[in-house]
């Protein structure tokens, strides 16, 4: 609403009138102005049209059409699977420091750890049939459950895993990127 000069006397009576007049008036309806566009057009009546037309000469030779990628969108991609040297190699170079007493028995155990929490059905059917975040969630929850039943077999590695977050992370990571067919 707009400021008005009062030194005109009507205009001064019409907005005090029209300010305690626009309360009493009713409000407007709103319309869901989007309801029946779809019905509105005539998509039927859309067609592809030729604009030019080009000539294309093709080699007379031999050719192959590549298929399409399976890393696209559309196509599934392959698991990334990683010798069980490389995972340790990766675990040594990450954990090395750490002085284990059995260092055999621990990485026997870590090694068996991906093959452990990918026989849970709940896991498998995570893996299968959820989201990326939903899948990690089950994935570090049956790692906690094999972790905790392998616990009495070699409490360091317990240890490590609870007192040592970027151990804990690293396993975590592993076990969620093993992919068991």
């Known amino acids: 609403m707009c400021d008005l000069p009062f030194g005109n006397v009507e205009w001064e009576k019409l907005s005090i009138f029209l300010n305690l007049l626009l309360p009493k ?4 309806q709103e319309e869901d102005f989007s309801k029946g566009i779809l019905e ?17 000469q093709l080699e007379d030779a031999d050719a192959n059409v590549e298929p399409v990628p399976v890393s696209t969108a559309k196509g599934k991609p392959e ?3 990683d010798l069980l040297t490389n995972i340790l190699i990766s675990f040594n170079e990450m ?17 068996a750890i991906p093959a452990m929490v990918a026989k849970d059905e709940k896991y498998q059917n995570a893996m299968r049939n959820s ?10 929850r049956v790692l906690q459950q094999v972790i905790l039943s392998i ?15 970027s151990f804990k992370r690293w396993i ?4 969620f990127s093993f992919r068991c067919h």
């Open 151 to 165: 616990m009495a077999d070699n409490m360091e590695l317990f240890k490590q895993f609870n007192d040592n977050p």
């Open 79 to 81: 698991p990334e699977m």
């Open 25 to 28: 008036l009713p409000s407007p």
């Open 40 to 56: 509105a057009i005539d998509l039927e009546s859309y067609r592809a049209e030729a604009q030019t037309k080009v000539a294309i």
């Open 172 to 175: 975590a990571d592993m076990v």
């Open 131 to 140: 989201d990326r975040q939903n899948a990690r969630m089950e994935s570090d």
């Open 95 to 111: 954990f090395g420091n750490i002085a284990w007493k059995d260092a055999d028995n621990v990485r026997r155990q870590i090694a």
